[in-house]
């Protein structure tokens, strides 16, 4: 593990316990998906964790977040809370957005948490606008856009990179890169499959980071950021990972093999630092199991907050529309 950050007690269990939420949380989530109790499109992080738990530590309540619609990992990491995004996962009224958002739309204001955006690609200008808004109202703050590796096709990764460079504007971007887009192996969809050195053609600073580690995240955003505030310009973070479930619940996974996600398994973000941690004696097994108890209970908790949660009356459905403003 990396030890470029200080690594007390405190801060690792943090980093552990941040992880642990995502991955609980999500699995139980897959269970209630098959049972028709989540419904619609979901799309998991499984793998993936230590991209946020790394990242957001190194984030300031000020800063704002624009994720993608594979965002469940950080909107916990960036402290919405459990029962409320298990409510906008079943579609209740109590969840974040009324539970007309599910699982791709979490929104939160007061978190600064705008997306859960569908599009792919589609946060990249959402973030520039509001990093522009941060240069003349807030300056200082931080607009972290996570988006993955196949919305660099897409000209709205290229107009927003141009842009933000072009307008020195507060923005890190998070490519979370897991390989595989939507189904497509990234060598055979990229000319150039690295995807930081990208960034030099918008002349914008960038690096490439293990995604599975979450203490080397940590170590590259805290970096980042501090250059983004001491600067005011852009900068892109590669994170490489990789997802261990399908792209959605509707993916075959046809194009890759089950030798390859267990090779990638035994390189997990969370059985890694757990390992570290055991072995360098700064946290023992009972401990950990005392976080998972916390955590399970955590996530029964959701679950039955979501369960009593109720319905928008039906008489509401054409609020927040175009047709609440119809004359009748």
Wanted: contains cysteine; charged residues 25%.
């Amino acid at each position: 593990m990396n030890d470029k950050v200080h690594l007390d007690h405190t801060h690792v269990r943090n980093l552990l316990t941040a992880m642990l939420r995502i991955r609980r949380f999500e699995e139980k989530c897959f269970e209630l998906y098959t049972i028709e109790k989540i419904r619609g499109f979901m799309h998991l992080y499984d793998g993936e964790e230590a991209v946020s738990a790394g990242v957001f530590a190194a984030l300031q309540p000020r800063d704002a977040i624009v994720a993608t619609y594979r965002e469940h990992g950080q909107a916990l990491a960036r402290g919405i809370g459990m029962n409320m995004l298990m409510a906008e996962m079943y579609g209740k009224l109590e969840g974040c957005c009324r539970g007309r958002g599910g699982s791709m739309h979490v929104f939160d204001r007061a978190a600064r948490f705008y997306g859960g955006n569908a599009i792919v690609g589609g946060g990249l200008p959402l973030a520039v606008g509001i990093a522009m808004a941060d240069k003349q109202l807030d300056p200082g703050a931080v607009t972290a856009c996570f988006f993955g590796e196949g919305a660099v096709d897409e000209g709205s990764f290229h107009e927003s990179m141009n842009l933000a460079s072009l307008w020195q504007l507060p923005v890190l971007f998070v490519c979370e890169n897991n390989r595989y887009s939507m189904g497509m192996a990234l060598e055979r969809a990229e000319a150039e499959p690295d995807i930081a050195r990208k960034a030099a053609s918008y002349r914008i600073g960038s690096e490439a980071v293990d995604g599975m580690d979450v203490v080397a995240v940590e170590v590259a955003a805290q970096r980042a950021i501090a250059g983004i505030r001491n600067t005011g310009k852009p900068y892109l973070l590669e994170c490489r990972t990789y997802r261990y479930r399908a792209h959605s619940m509707f993916d075959a996974q046809l194009y890759r093999g089950k030798q390859e996600i267990e090779a990638w398994r035994k390189r997990d973000p969370i059985l890694q630092l757990q390992t570290w941690l055991q072995q360098t004696g700064m946290m023992h097994e009972e401990e950990i199991a005392r976080i998972e108890a916390e955590i399970a209970a955590e996530v029964a908790a959701a679950v039955a907050f979501a369960e009593a949660g109720t319905w928008e009356p039906v008489e509401e459905l054409e609020r927040f529309t175009l047709m609440d403003r119809v004359p009748q």
